[in-house]
């Protein structure tokens, strides 16, 4: 195995248009179970509005299933995952920035009052608004006047862009949903478990084994699958399971290399092992997967 990181540096790089203006929208709509987004990371704010559907979310320790209207809050560092629901839709608005944008890395008073907690991890975002919740109206109707700004680009936007996230994340103060972290042992547990997700989506080709996990998250066997499962939902094994079946499909929709070489390259030792776990996955063959995939391009 390759030597591990040892400073968490796979997280989940946002391709901004512009690096001095860091933003993004955009509509994501779920067809045929995809896409399923793994547990990852990203130093950004993440904010989703549900327009249609469900899927299985989850945000740091928080597990829910979407309804249309949620906003739903990912804080930078924020561990998060989405999930669909099989054969049902899902359709999200997703505005993510970062926190410079507002001034975070500024010395002044707003900064750090507000923007420093919230992008170093000492407050986070509660995960989901709802249309019965304090404050759900006037936080929708900023965050719609944003999506259109955006998508509008009219002169100056800019400017107009600045302030009407300065009045989001004062929405969010002002209605509770910053809240204090939870406690030292807690953010400790979650940046480790950060760091362990950073090693898995590097090595996910490599032999992983959980006692080489472990002893990188300085735990015991038995401890660290039990802190794995609190804050991902799922067993550690099953996670690098995950991880190399999305990375498979990605061969298996780009590339003309064989179902055997695709399953040896994302880490799978035994061919008929792949071909079930696939299986399982997706409900279909890797070959079968390939000619879907092939038949949406034509």
């Not at 901004?16 to 203006?21: D, E, I, P, S, T």
């Not at 995809?34 to 249609?52: G, M, N």
């Not at 900064?111 to 407050?123: E, N, R």
């Not at 103060?173 to 989506?201: G, L």
Request: proline share 4%.
């Amino acid at each position: 195995m390759k030597d591990f990181l040892t400073d968490a540096q796979f997280k989940h790089d946002i391709a901004f248009a512009n690096r001095l203006l860091p933003y993004k929208l955009y509509q994501t709509q779920v067809k045929d179970g995809q896409p399923d987004i793994l547990l990852h990371w990203h130093p950004e704010v993440e904010i989703q509005f549900i327009r249609e559907g469900s899927a299985r979310y989850h945000v740091n320790n928080a597990y829910f299933d979407s309804q249309p209207g949620d906003i739903i809050l990912m804080s930078p560092h924020a561990i998060h995952s989405i999930h669909p629901h099989a054969s049902t839709p899902h359709v999200t608005d997703t505005l993510q920035f970062h926190l410079d944008m507002l001034g975070y890395s500024h010395t002044d008073q707003t900064s750090l009052y507000y923007l420093t907690p919230l992008q170093q991890a000492q407050v986070t975002f509660l995960p989901r608004i709802q249309p019965q919740d304090p404050g759900y109206q006037a936080i929708k109707t900023c965050l719609f006047n944003i999506f259109d700004g955006i998508r509008k680009e009219d002169r100056h936007f800019e400017l107009r862009l600045q302030g009407q996230l300065f009045e989001l994340i004062y929405l969010l103060f002002y209605h509770r949903y910053v809240v204090k972290k939870d406690n030292d042992d807690m953010y400790r547990k979650s940046e480790k478990i950060r760091d362990i997700i950073d090693i898995i989506h590097q090595h996910y080709q490599d032999k992983l084994t959980i006692d080489q996990l472990a002893q990188q998250m300085g735990y015991s066997k038995a401890h660290f699958m039990t802190v794995f499962k609190q804050f991902t939902g799922v067993s550690c094994i099953e996670f690098i399971i995950q991880v190399r079946l999305q990375k498979s499909t990605e061969l298996l929709s780009n590339t003309l290399l064989s179902v055997l070489e695709i399953a040896n390259q994302v880490g799978f030792t035994n061919l008929s092992n792949f071909n079930r776990q696939f299986k399982r996955y997706y409900h279909l063959s890797p070959s079968a997967y390939r000619n879907l995939q092939k038949a949406k391009k034509d």
